[in-house]
């Protein structure tokens, strides 16, 4: 049988079960995980929701069957680096929907910080993501998968990613099932550039 004990002082009374303080901030930060798990889940529904409604509507669907099988990580090959700034003037980013994308992105929002200064979440923060070696932010526990692997975040690989993560890089964590739709992919990376640039410049 569990015995409480009596905290002194101004909080005389007050009993504490001996599962202790540790176990109390255990339960609080799981607390937190399955609430954050549960709106990435709810983000997923209404996306996913949108997205089959744009699909009847533009026909889209034709166009995801159409779409080349997408790289690994280990055939993504050799990586141009550009700058944010030059990726949102590229075709690809330049003429994408901002504000489906800023909604999309609330499903990244969900796990990780894209601020300047944010900190570990679920995931690691992105702010200034792309250009960087996949797995060497400070600070956050890869997978082994991720941690090992040898490509840098560019809007290409992070399209591959979006598009199947456990295909692009087998053995990671991230409990994603991706986004189908090219457009989509395209209008969240446009986002991502703009709000996770730490280079200061003006970025339309």
């Not at 089959?52 to 055939?75: F, L």
């Not at 090959?77 to 944010?84: A, D, F, K, Y």
């Amino acid at each position: 049988m569990r015995r409480p004990f009596v905290v002194a002082g101004a909080a005389a009374g007050l009993c504490i079960d001996s599962l202790g303080y540790d176990r109390m901030l255990w339960l609080r930060e799981l607390q937190v995980v399955n609430a954050r798990m549960i709106l990435l889940v709810l983000m997923g529904l209404v996306t996913a929701t949108a997205g089959v409604g744009c699909q009847q509507k533009n026909g889209s669907a034709t166009e995801n069957a159409n779409q080349p099988e997408a790289p690994t990580a280990d055939t993504l090959g050799e990586q141009t680096i550009v700058s944010n700034a030059g990726h949102l003037a590229s075709p690809e980013y330049s003429a994408t929907d901002s504000a489906w994308g800023e909604r999309l992105a609330m499903q990244c929002r969900a796990c990780h910080s894209l601020d300047a200064g944010g900190g570990v979440m679920m995931g690691p923060a992105l702010f200034g993501f792309f250009g960087r070696e996949a797995g060497s932010l400070g600070g956050f526990s890869f997978s082994q998968a991720l941690a090992e692997s040898d490509f840098v975040w560019t809007p290409r690989a992070l399209d591959a990613w979006l598009r199947q993560p456990a295909r692009f890089l087998p053995g990671n964590r991230m409990m994603y099932a991706g986004l189908s739709k090219a457009d989509d992919r395209r209008a969240v990376i446009a986002y991502l550039l703009k709000v996770t640039d730490d280079t200061g410049e003006e970025l339309e």
